[in-house]
């Protein structure tokens, strides 16, 4: 499939695959415990409850997609992560907390998804549409790009956000390390600083992209009414 929005696993279901084949499951966690000190070990859960499998879910997770996928600029809110690429090639750009305050990360506080994502829409971090004045500061990013390769793998930190590539079909499996926390990386790392938008730059962002939207069609809808009233 072309573009951005190319077939993907869900972050749920990539956690369900696991449920579903346990042999493999008991046998991925005991060889990435082998590789991470004990304390970032992750509680084992028995059962599966989707709504919290953000929260406490289980250390292995499954991703995969189509070539041309792009998965938006975001800031885990866990403690880090180590991806494993088993096939295709997938490029991860990496951007140094530095970086952060040019990304336009944003946490709506969704009990069920930890973490921030940049408001700047996919198309434009794609390079498949201009980039709007509005997000001017996105241009001066510089992030790390590391290409995975079958068989290798990457320490993502919470502390640093992240794209995601894939440059074909490719799939990959990811360990979760310590904990997650609504509160952000701050809450999980010494020293760590979140930088989001504020809600005043959330509130003006939100109204250039979809205020206006909104305000054309309460007028079409008024218009309308005025026309039945004519009628009548």
Not at 186 to 199: E, F, G, M, N, Q
Not at 210 to 223: K, P, R, Y
Request: with cysteine; aromatic share 12%.
């Amino acid at each position: 499939a072309e573009g951005t929005a190319a077939p993907r696993l869900s972050a749920i279901g990539g956690t369900e695959f696991f449920y579903h084949v346990p042999e493999v499951l008991e046998k991925l966690s005991t060889s990435f415990r082998q590789l991470i000190p004990r304390r970032f070990w992750k509680r084992r859960q028995d059962t599966l409850d989707w709504k919290t499998s953000w929260m406490d879910g289980p250390d292995l997770q499954l991703w995969a997609a189509d070539g041309s996928f792009l998965y938006t600029t975001h800031q885990d809110y866990d403690t880090g992560k180590l991806l494993y690429h088993i096939e295709g090639h997938k490029r991860i750009l990496l951007y140094h907390p530095d970086q952060h305050d040019l990304l336009y990360l944003h946490n709506d506080w969704d009990p069920h998804v930890w973490e921030a994502n940049s408001l700047v829409p996919v198309d434009m971090q794609a390079g498949k549409e201009p980039l709007a004045p509005l997000f001017s500061k996105y241009a001066s990013a510089q992030p790390v790009e590391v290409i995975l390769k079958p068989g290798e793998a990457l320490y993502m930190p919470c502390t640093w956000a992240h794209q995601v590539w894939y440059d074909g079909p490719a799939i990959s499996v990811s360990y979760t390390l310590g904990h997650a926390s609504p509160k952000g990386c701050a809450a999980l790392i010494p020293k760590a600083v979140d930088r989001t938008v504020s809600t005043e730059e959330y509130n003006y962002i939100a109204g250039e992209l979809w205020g206006e939207a909104e305000d054309d069609e309460d007028e079409e809808e008024a218009e309308e009414s005025d026309a039945e009233g004519a009628d009548l």
